[in-house]
């Protein structure tokens, strides 16, 4: 089990919401690894910093999460989903064939999804809008399982990245022209795993 990782506001630097969700733990598979999402609450504010929920639904889905019982198995369903893109995300970087499990388990999340969106009119159009009754917890997931169901069929899947610090194992879009971005946030893992390499370079010469 991960440490409780201390409460902040969310980083959303990896270009697509999927990714993002499967960021939410610090310093992946490293002895420092910190888990962001430890109550279902840290979900529901994930979820609204990512603009999936509006204030008001945050306020309800808070008030259901009181309900001990429900809470638990929507986090560890949020949990699980979080590990299955980032086990299947991975694959994929890595070259590595697809995990049978987390497929499965981001297929059953597509599907508890399905029939779930619908068109909204707008002003000038429609958009589309997920149904869910208020307080509904597991509606966060949709979004997150529909964003990681188009990047896996679209041609962006080959522009994911790991970031090469040591420590981290954040995922990210590397968007710039030749592929060439090595970290997922330049100001944190870049300068940090420069620094490294400066000092391990400095110890070398001694």
Not at 26 to 48: H, K
Request: with cysteine; net charge neutral.
């Amino acid at each position: 089990m991960t440490d409780a990782a201390p409460k902040s506001d969310f980083q959303f630097v990896a270009g697509r919401l999927c990714l993002d969700f499967a960021n939410t733990v610090d310093y992946r598979n490293s002895p420092q690894e910190l888990d962001q999402l430890n109550t279902y609450e840290d979900v529901i504010a994930w979820a609204e910093q990512a603009g999936i929920v509006s204030e008001a639904d945050a306020r309800k889905m808070k008030q259901a999460a009181k309900n001990g019982m429900r809470a638990e198995t929507a986090l560890r369903h949020a949990l699980t989903l979080r590990e299955a893109i980032y086990e299947i995300v991975s694959a994929a970087v890595n070259r590595e064939p697809w995990p049978e499990m987390p497929v499965h388990f981001l297929n059953r999340t597509l599907r508890d999804a399905g029939g779930q969106r619908i068109l909204a009119a707008g002003k000038d159009r429609f958009t589309w809008k997920w149904n869910a009754p208020a307080g509904h917890l597991e509606s966060i997931l949709w979004p997150v399982a529909q964003d990681a169901a188009e990047l896996l069929t679209s041609d962006e899947l080959s522009r994911v990245h790991k970031c090469s610090a040591e420590d981290c194992g954040w995922l990210f879009m590397d968007r710039s022209k030749n592929q060439s971005r090595r970290w997922c946030e330049m100001k944190n893992c870049g300068n940090r795993d420069k620094a490294r390499r400066y000092y391990e370079r400095v110890r070398a010469a001694d």
